[in-house]
């Protein structure tokens, strides 16, 4: 029987929930609160479970979005999944955020990329398997481009700001696919399918896949 999940995503301001059996989307909901999700999180999840009729109790697997992003909002999302699958004994998935972007791709090589301000980019280089080619990577856009594979498609849920960059590059006439801003469903589907190949973690193992290092880090040190 497919499983029950529960995904979430509130690593940059632009959140979402989703229920899925399986890899199916049973609703996914759309959040924006640019000053946070705890205050916000658990509201919704409650409304999102009682219009369906769903117990905690009765979800097979929590699923998080583990970033890249923001570190505070990928720190509530990872949280809440830890904590209820303590509570409740299951297994829990970390999917990354750029993998769940290239997801939305069409291509057999999907250059995921997301901004990471400060002049920079997330980006990584997928299959259409969502198998890695080229790592997760956190550094300026015109670099990364000089990085990557003939044959790539971009996909992004904004690439305005990135498409003047590709004027005079190998990769200037790529096609570009756009991926939504709610990427709970995406991941709860990664999920499934991870389910399904016994990939799944004790909620303890589970991590923020961060890219950059915080703030505190990168002052700390100086660099």
């Not at 479970?49 to 509530?76: K, Y």
């Not at 250059?111 to 300026?140: C, K, Q, T």
């Not at 190998?170 to 096609?175: F, G, L, N, Q």
């Amino acid at each position: 029987m497919s499983p029950r999940i529960l995904a979430l995503d509130t690593a940059t301001e632009f959140g979402s929930l989703a229920l899925l059996q399986g890899t199916h989307t049973v609703e996914e909901v759309w959040l924006h609160s640019p000053e946070g999700f705890a205050h916000v999180l658990y509201p919704e999840l409650e409304r999102l479970l009682a219009r369906h009729g769903w117990e905690l109790e009765s979800v097979d697997l929590f699923a998080a979005a583990a970033g890249p992003g923001s570190f505070t909002g990928i720190r509530v999302a990872l949280a809440a999944v830890k904590g209820l699958a303590e509570v409740f004994k299951r297994p829990v998935v970390g999917v990354s955020n750029l993998q769940a972007v290239a997801s939305f791709g069409t291509g057999p090589l999907r250059a995921a990329v997301l901004d990471a301000r400060r002049g920079e980019i997330y980006g990584a280089v997928y299959s259409a398997a969502l198998e890695l080619v080229s790592p997760e990577v956190v550094m300026p856009f015109r670099s990364w481009l000089e990085t990557l594979p003939a044959g790539v498609e971009f996909v992004s849920t904004d690439f305005t700001p990135f498409r003047a960059a590709l004027a005079g590059t190998k990769v200037e006439s790529a096609p570009v696919r756009h991926a939504p801003r709610a990427l709970a469903a995406a991941v709860g589907r990664i999920a499934a399918e991870r389910w399904a190949r016994g990939q799944v973690l004790d909620p303890a193992a589970l991590d923020g896949n961060y890219v950059r290092r915080s703030d505190a880090e990168i002052f700390s040190s100086g660099a």
